[in-house]
């Protein structure tokens, strides 16, 4: 499985003084031609040499962000269709000598932006969107764990116990069924400590947002007693699967039961950060939430896909608003517009070691932002 990058890794691509160009090429998966996406970026890039920030650029940006177009459509033309992925998405500031791509196995959306700093929150999304989780297939004398993360799966552990049919065939002879069946009891709780074991290590490794448990119910149902209660608390899914059933089979199954979980998850994740709010320990809403970030104070940031919010940004000082101010009030020079004032709060809360949480979709009595603290903020 390809290792990819932390969401906060992008932040070290940040140029110095120059823009940097970020675009994700992606293949629709419904009409997989070169021409499409290629055609989809260069509109994008007309788009772009029309808006204001390109417009504002000093001549010398303006001549680096060209160079950026004219390398990425070179690398869409000649380099993206050998990658055997469905997205690249590519980071460019010529005139600093920035090149990255990192390259997914999920459809993005085709999109291209210019900005101070990578645009990351349609990675964010898809960080979010498709988050780690293990799935565990558990039988008396077999098991399977596997790891899903970013549209691709590993098998991390797999057994089968064997001692049983030795148990039963060869011999103990001169002992009653009794004590045969005494001393196969013992090597299936051995073996369900044993997988315990096994994926509460591999969650303190990896650190799963959640775990699925499939097999026959009754089976489940016993070795639950052997799982520790940090992994207890994040099984969010189970499903009745023949451990032996195809990779396929089983993901297919898996898929089913992941949206489920996934919906649980971010339905708690909101509970929780509410359950903060009498504390100070959370804040609600756009304003709350910058301004807890300008003090360092946010743990996680929470917000929906749908959230936008147009604001401005000083690029000296770091300064954010939602009003309309021409200059910054903290150290005085232009401020500039952005129409996604949310891109610039990921940055913010990232580089400050915050976590973000990009929810699929609207929640009940959620105003489509909010944060989780590290601290009161008065």
């Known amino acids: ?155 991390h552990f797999h057994i089968r116990e064997n001692s049983y049919e030795k148990i039963k065939y060869g011999g103990y002879y001169g002992r009653d069924e009794r004590s045969v069946e005494r001393n196969i009891r013992n090597m299936v709780i051995q073996h369900y400590k044993r997988v315990a074991d096994e994926i509460f290590n591999l969650n303190r490794k990896r650190d799963f947002s959640w775990i699925i448990i499939g097999g026959r119910r009754e089976i489940m149902n016993e070795f639950r007693r052997y799982l520790h209660e940090f992994v207890i608390g994040k099984i969010l899914g189970e499903m009745e699967v023949d451990p032996d059933a195809h990779i396929n089979d089983v993901l297919d199954r898996v898929k089913e039961t992941e949206n489920v979980a996934r919906k649980k998850f971010e339905e708690e994740l909101v509970r929780s950060m509410k359950g903060k709010l009498h504390d100070n320990l959370a804040v609600e809403g756009l304003h709350g939430v910058i301004t807890a970030s300008r003090k360092r104070a946010v743990k996680t940031l929470i917000f929906t896909e749908s959230f936008v919010q147009k604001g401005v940004f000083c690029k000296k000082c770091d300064y954010l608003s939602i009003e309309r101010q021409d200059n910054c009030p903290v150290c005085g020079v232009k401020l500039y517009k952005t129409n996604d004032i949310v891109e610039l709060l990921l940055h913010r809360v990232l580089r400050n070691g915050g976590d973000v949480e990009v929810l699929d979709s609207d929640t009940r009595d959620f105003p489509g932002i909010g944060a989780i603290l590290h601290f009161p903020v008065a």
């Open 1 to 155: 499985m390809t290792q990819y990058p932390s969401l906060k890794k992008f932040l070290d691509i940040t140029p110095q003084s120059y823009p940097i160009t970020t675009a994700y090429i992606s293949v629709d998966i419904r009409q997989p031609s070169r021409q499409n996406y290629i055609t989809e970026l260069k509109k994008l890039i007309q788009y772009k040499k029309r808006k204001s920030y390109f417009r504002e650029l000093s001549q010398i940006e303006r001549e680096s962000v060209l160079e950026d177009f004219d390398k990425i459509l070179k690398y869409a033309k000649e380099d993206f269709s050998i990658n055997g992925k469905l997205t690249s998405v590519c980071f460019s500031s010529s005139a600093e000598g920035i090149w990255e791509t990192v390259n997914f196995n999920i459809p993005f959306r085709t999109d291209i932006e210019v900005q101070p700093y990578p645009y990351i929150r349609l990675l964010a999304g898809i960080y979010s969107g498709h988050r780690n989780y293990a799935v565990l297939l558990i039988d008396r004398n077999k098991a399977r764990i596997f790891e899903s993360r970013l549209g691709e799966n590993i098998e």
